[in-house]
């Protein structure tokens, strides 16, 4: 197989970085695989759990704790092995009190008024983006782009090395 | 001054005889004075202003204002008084600003507005900056009209981000050139923008109070829409406009978004965020097959990935390779019903969005599939096409909850058909 030569780009980008990480730890799932064992559906599940759990975790590794939504997706990652704890609730009062801080203390489910979003939306775009129960709408819709602009990195990586590597 | 008196009337009636009094002796003491060393006799009455003015800071700032209205021409007293009031009660306003005044005036915006003014341009001459704002002199507007620009281009670092909108006010006065005229004529016009409509109806507002009888109370015009300014509103408005900052971001973000209101601009993020999630799932599911990480990182893989390839992980692989009847390979048709299950939580919502671009998703070992002509008759032969019909065209699905979909956006940003990404069924 020929050598792949990364296209020259910024070696700091958040594309660079994601397409690093998660190729090291594709390589270790496979590493790690037995090799004749794939062709039940339970193992194809956990597999593709395990290489789901590692592309989340190499994107919100690769944002660090800048985001609050990498915060909360590295602290899911870390806390959902080890057992249903109930830490989420603990992490979502702590993200609270921490979003106090920043955020504007108006609510966003206001209804009727020219350009006001309705809660039901809001609540449901929270729901999505990791991290966001906790936030008001205008963070809200700050961490979304920025959680829009990682995931169509994620995807376009991903595509790419599949797109590579199937024969 | 009888608005003076009566706008203190308002706020405060007990305060209100002593209000007047120093206010008019201000007034006429200090008529055409600038300097503050000239202005002996406020000094005498600093701790009464202090007094007065703390819980009513925008009251009195509203009286100040009120009479530069243009019957009145004698008004440079007020202003006067007003800058001088900077030293005094600098600290006094911008607590009031920060706190969002708890005083329901209709000059609040304009008083912080001021405020802020004066936070701004702390040693210059900040006697100019009230002058131009509320004078109908000529002679005086114009000289300060240039400090105003200065200072409304003049950006306070610490100060809160509605500071922004206060700048494009003061902006919005200086580019409607103060016609050293008739202030009240620059209100009329809305050339400023939203918050200089809104100075403008404060002063409509204080002016048609001004106009009744003192003893009245203070009359609430009700603001027109878009131009309240109370401080809560005007919070309000403020959230809103960065809110609308946002979305406008956000749709740059997300295709196909020709924002036509923020509701349905909101479904469209949603789904497109439940697509690109779905997406990885399927991405991350199509590289079971073996595709599989290879990394460039690790020299020794190949044998071993290209070994995984033949199991049965690759049955999606297996069956996009050309094979159409994959429903009769129990493998196959397990792994599909495997991914099939997976997907079919978000499924509804991928495929409504999908369809409604007229896009599909197609795996990447069926677009490989597809590439090798075996799929072209059946499917549009458009195959190279960033579109991929939707499944209805070709053939019913043997599982029901597949469908052929492709994604535009892939080939989109890749520029390669080959990007696009999958899932199976044929």
């Given at each position: ?66 985001r609050?939504?990498?915060r ?32 504007n ?63 | 001054?009888?608005p ?13 005889p ?7 002796d ?19 009455h ?86 131009s ?69 404060v ?21 027109r ?7 809560h509103?005007?919070?309000?408005r403020?959230?809103r ?42 991405l ?23 070994g ?41 919502s ?13 795996p990447?070992?069926l ?11 059946r ?13 209805g ?22 520029g ?11």
């Amino acid at each position: 197989m020929n050598k792949y030569n990364p296209p020259r780009m910024n070696p700091s980008s958040l594309r660079s970085r994601f397409a690093t990480r998660f190729l090291r730890s594709l390589s270790e799932i496979n590493a790690q695989k037995p090799t004749a064992s794939s062709s039940s559906p339970t193992e194809i599940f956990r597999r593709y759990r395990r290489i789901k759990v590692a592309a989340d975790k190499s994107m919100a590794y690769s944002v660090r704790s800048r985001r609050t939504w990498s915060r909360a997706m590295l602290w899911k990652l870390r806390t959902r092995p080890c057992g249903r704890r109930s830490v989420k609730t603990s992490t979502i009062v702590r993200k609270t009190r921490h979003e106090k801080q920043n955020k504007n203390t108006t609510t966003a489910t206001t209804t009727g008024e020219d350009g006001v979003v309705s809660g039901v939306e809001a609540d449901e775009l929270r729901e999505l983006v990791p991290g966001g129960e906790a936030m008001d709408l205008y963070n809200l819709l700050d961490e979304t782009a920025h959680y829009i602009k990682c995931l169509t990195t994620q995807v376009q990586v991903m595509k790419k090395i599949a797109d590579f590597y199937s024969p | 001054m009888q608005p003076c008196s009566r706008e203190m009337q308002a706020m405060n009636p007990l305060l209100n005889p002593a209000q007047q009094i120093p206010l008019q002796d201000l007034q006429s003491t200090a008529h055409q004075q600038i300097q503050n060393p000239h202005f002996d006799p406020t000094s005498s009455h600093d701790d009464f202003l202090e007094q007065m003015l703390s819980p009513l800071s925008s009251c009195s700032w509203s009286d100040l204002k009120s009479p530069w209205d243009p019957p009145k021409s004698d008004d440079t007293g007020p202003s006067n008084v007003g800058f001088h009031y900077d030293e005094i009660l600098a600290s006094k306003l911008r607590q009031h600003q920060i706190n969002g005044g708890g005083v329901s005036s209709p000059a609040t915006a304009a008083i912080k507005m001021m405020t802020q003014q004066q936070m701004l341009l702390p040693g210059r001459g900040v006697a100019a900056m009230p002058l131009s704002l509320g004078t109908s002199g000529g002679a005086a507007g114009s000289h300060h009209q240039n400090d105003i620009v200065d200072g409304s281009s003049f950006k306070s670092p610490n100060q809160q981000g509605g500071e922004g909108s206060m700048q494009s006010l003061y902006n919005g006065f200086s580019d409607g050139s103060l016609p050293g005229t008739n202030q009240t004529q620059h209100f009329h016009h809305p050339q400023a923008p939203n918050f200089g409509a809104t100075a403008g109806t404060v002063m409509k507002q204080s002016q048609a109070s001004g106009s009744t009888t003192p003893a009245q109370p203070k009359q609430r015009v009700r603001a027109r829409r878009g131009q309240a300014t109370d401080p809560h509103s005007i919070a309000e408005r403020l959230r809103r406009e960065r809110i609308a900052e946002r979305m406008k971001a956000l749709q740059e973000l997300v295709p196909n978004a020709n924002k036509t209101d923020k509701a349905s601009m909101l479904d469209e993020i949603i789904d497109y965020v439940k697509f690109l999630q779905l997406q990885v799932k399927v991405l991350s599911m199509s590289r079971l097959g073996g595709a599989a990480a290879v990394a460039p990182l690790v020299a020794d893989m190949p044998s071993e990935g290209g070994g995984d390839c033949a199991n049965g992980g690759g049955s999606i692989q297996r069956n996009s390779n050309g094979n159409q009847t994959s429903a009769d390979n129990d493998s196959v048709t397990v792994t599909e019903h495997q991914v099939a299950k997976l997907m079919e939580e978000d499924m509804g919502s991928a495929m409504q969005y999908l369809q409604g671009k007229g896009l599909c998703l197609m795996p990447i070992s069926l677009a490989t599939a597809i590439s090798t002509a075996t799929c072209h008759s059946r499917m549009n032969p458009n195959k190279g096409g960033p579109l991929l019909q939707s499944n209805g065209e070709g053939q019913g699905p043997s599982s029901p909850s597949m469908s052929v979909l492709s994604v535009q956006s892939a080939t989109r940003a890749n520029g390669g058909l080959d990007g696009s990404a999958s899932v199976s069924k044929p």
